[in-house]
């Protein structure tokens, strides 16, 4: 199921909505402290997290899918945020150097074509980062917020799908380890939360943050055909001709004539 642009927005408008994005981002940094000069391409809902890199980088476009809808962004300065078939993105191959996934992984109807075309458009020494709802966690469970929504993925599940389009996972962190709980008093021990979360590696936070490299070569396997040896067949028996006698006596066999060198 996927949700409508105008839910995410307002989810990420309110008290939970800020302190998700503000432990989202901590875990961002910690894998990527910053993209200077660098071409920085957000898929899904990531304009909450694209702000990280909008001043330093060289280039930043936020891609919203069709069933998902799009808004302006930013919203005070030209439009960088446009609307998108997740698997034809309108840029050439190798364009982008950093892939930001957020709100769109679980909630496509074909993730492998939409990692596969990520992989086309991602340069051969880029990275992706794709913030995924964790399968084990309580915001997975409750449809009150977007991590809710669509199909959440285990760390096995995760690494599966990366390895058959052609990623390489390289780094793991989880973030979201508070309860999905808007109350001021929850919101106020997050840090608390996430810090005892993140030292006794607890299984239930809320999401994965997965990074990835391109695997620009792989191995095929080769099959090889067997050679069938067909023997080279000599003639066991040659025909002679039959030629009658003069007399009437029985015929006699004339050997071939032998061929002239």
């Given amino acids: 199921m996927t949700i409508d642009v105008i839910e995410l927005r307002n989810f990420y408008s309110n008290r939970l909505g800020v302190m998700a994005r503000r432990l989202i981002n901590r875990g ?15 898929l899904g809902y ?7 890199f909008r001043k330093d980088s060289d280039r930043c476009l936020a891609f919203m899918p069709a069933a998902q809808g799009v808004l302006k962004w930013p919203t005070a300065r030209p439009t960088l945020s446009t609307l998108v078939e997740e ?7 190798a364009a982008v150097d950093r892939i ?7 909630m496509s109807d074909d993730p492998d074509g939409l990692m ?3 992989w086309r458009v991602l340069a051969p020494s880029g990275r992706l980062m794709a913030i995924v709802p964790n399968r084990g966690g309580v915001w997975a469970r409750t449809d ?10 285990s760390r096995s599940q995760i690494a599966d799908l990366l390895r058959r389009c052609w990623f390489t996972p390289v780094n793991w962190s989880d973030a979201l380890f508070l309860p999905p709980v808007g109350h001021q008093w929850m919101l106020q021990s997050a840090p608390a939360w996430e810090r005892i979360g993140a030292a006794m590696s607890l299984p239930f936070a809320g999401v994965h943050i997965v990074e990835a490299t391109k695997e620009v070569v792989r191995a095929m396997p080769v099959r090889r055909e067997r050679t069938r040896l067909i023997p080279a067949l000599q003639p066991v028996l040659v025909p002679s001709r039959m030629e009658p006698q003069a007399d009437g006596t029985p015929v006699r066999a004339v050997p071939p004539p032998t061929p002239s060198r």
């Fill in 116 to 118: 596969r075309e990520l």
């Fill in 87 to 93: 698997c034809s993105l309108p840029l050439p191959d």
């Fill in 28 to 42: 961002i940094v910690g894998h990527w402290p910053n993209a200077h000069g660098l071409r920085v391409l957000g």
């Fill in 144 to 153: 009150t917020t977007p991590f809710g929504h669509g199909r959440p993925y």
């Fill in 100 to 106: 930001l996934i957020v709100h769109a992984l679980e």
């Fill in 46 to 52: 990531s304009t909450p997290y694209l702000g990280l």
